[in-house]
């Protein structure tokens, strides 16, 4: 695949995710035309200051809502590659407005997959959460239908070209509602809120992210999810690198919430291969089999990719040089 020939578009554009996304394929691939689609007219001003019309020629901003199908349809004209990261992602207003959480998350993936084929648009790769595997709350489940959706969405495409993968990956350092920033600012009081000291969680950098979803844009066949091999860090051990000799009160794990997240479950690990740098959620597709990506190794019996049994692990120095970063 050659980046440089090809239109990209990447949905949720200006969220932390779009910026890094953005900034990287501008500076490394050089995409022929590169396409923000948010809803946020400010956010995308901000970012046309940052990378101005004379020094990025290629780079164009869409107004529009993935619930507008209509929009969409106009938006995706002539694209060869997009990228879905615009979702609601906040698992406590998921909750609190469940009907908008399914229309953005859910009817947004259904609109997306219509028009990327009815518009010839050749891949699509998805992101996606380990709050998607056995949910434990509303955000979770509808990122989990969205995986159902964009992996069945190639049966639907069935021979005109158009191909769905997904990415699925764990907490982001430093994106929107981090915990980085609550105990940055509960450190100036002295005490620090933890919801349960045995939590703990996968970890990934918005660099990292960005890799990933390129590398699945370059590797995807169709129907696959493809999943890194990322560290977990402990709650504790992140207080203690970030706000040492606070006092800790703690608060109990919130509604929606779970002890560790799971990023490849047991009975999914009987359809996953393994590559050297990630994982690889096969899709029940039998033309799938025969494609290079599922030359990995096949996993063991029981085997459950949790952020509780994970053999890397985030501690003191890495998790303050990874905390520092974010600022």
């Known amino acids: 695949m050659n980046w440089q020939n090809s239109t990209v578009l990447v949905t949720g554009g200006t969220g932390s995710f779009?910026?890094?996304?953005?900034?990287?394929?501008?500076?490394?691939?050089?995409?022929?035309?590169?396409?923000?689609?948010?809803?946020?007219?400010?956010?995308?001003?901000?970012?046309?200051?940052?990378?101005?019309?004379?020094?990025?020629?290629?780079?164009?901003f869409f107004i529009g809502d993935v619930r507008d199908r209509d929009r969409l349809q106009r938006a995706f004209h002539g694209v060869d590659i997009v990228i879905h990261a615009a979702a609601l992602k906040q698992v406590p207003a998921c909750e609190y407005n469940p009907f908008e959480a399914i229309q953005t998350n859910v009817m947004g993936a259904k609109n997306i997959i219509d028009a990327a084929i009815d518009q010839g648009v050749k891949r699509v790769v998805a992101l996606s959460t380990d709050k998607a595997v056995n949910p434990a709350n509303l955000y979770g489940a509808t990122k989990l239908c969205a995986e159902k959706l964009f992996v069945q969405g190639n049966a639907y495409a069935g021979t005109s070209g158009t191909r769905f993968s997904c990415v699925r990956y764990g907490n982001v350092v430093g994106s929107r509602g981090s915990v980085i920033p609550l105990f940055e600012e509960q450190r100036k009081n002295g005490k620090i809120t933890i919801t349960d000291a045995r939590m703990t969680r996968f970890w990934i950098t918005l660099e990292q992210g960005v890799q990933l979803v390129i590398k699945a844009a370059e590797r995807m066949q169709g129907g696959e999810v493809f999943i890194p091999k990322i560290p977990s860090m402990n709650l504790m051990d992140l207080a203690e690198a970030i706000a040492a000799g606070c006092k800790v009160e703690t608060i109990g794990i919130r509604p929606g919430e779970k002890l560790h997240e799971v990023l490849i479950s047991e009975?999914?690990?009987?359809?996953?291969?393994?590559?050297?740098?990630?994982?690889?959620?096969?899709?029940?597709?039998?033309?799938?089999?025969?494609?290079?990506?599922?030359?990995?190794?096949?996993?063991?019996?029981?085997?459950?990719?949790?952020?509780?049994?994970?053999?890397?692990?985030?501690?003191?120095?890495?998790?303050?040089?990874?905390?520092?970063?974010?600022?």
């Open 18 to 60: 779009g910026r890094k996304f953005t900034g990287l394929l501008l500076r490394e691939h050089r995409p022929q035309k590169l396409i923000i689609f948010s809803r946020d007219e400010l956010k995308q001003h901000e970012m046309r200051q940052l990378y101005p019309e004379a020094a990025h020629p290629s780079l164009r």
């Open 267 to 327: 009975d999914e690990a009987r359809n996953t291969v393994e590559l050297d740098d990630m994982f690889v959620i096969k899709p029940m597709h039998s033309f799938w089999e025969d494609q290079a990506g599922s030359k990995g190794r096949t996993l063991p019996e029981g085997f459950r990719y949790g952020s509780d049994n994970n053999t890397q692990w985030l501690k003191g120095k890495e998790l303050q040089r990874m905390a520092g970063e974010v600022k």
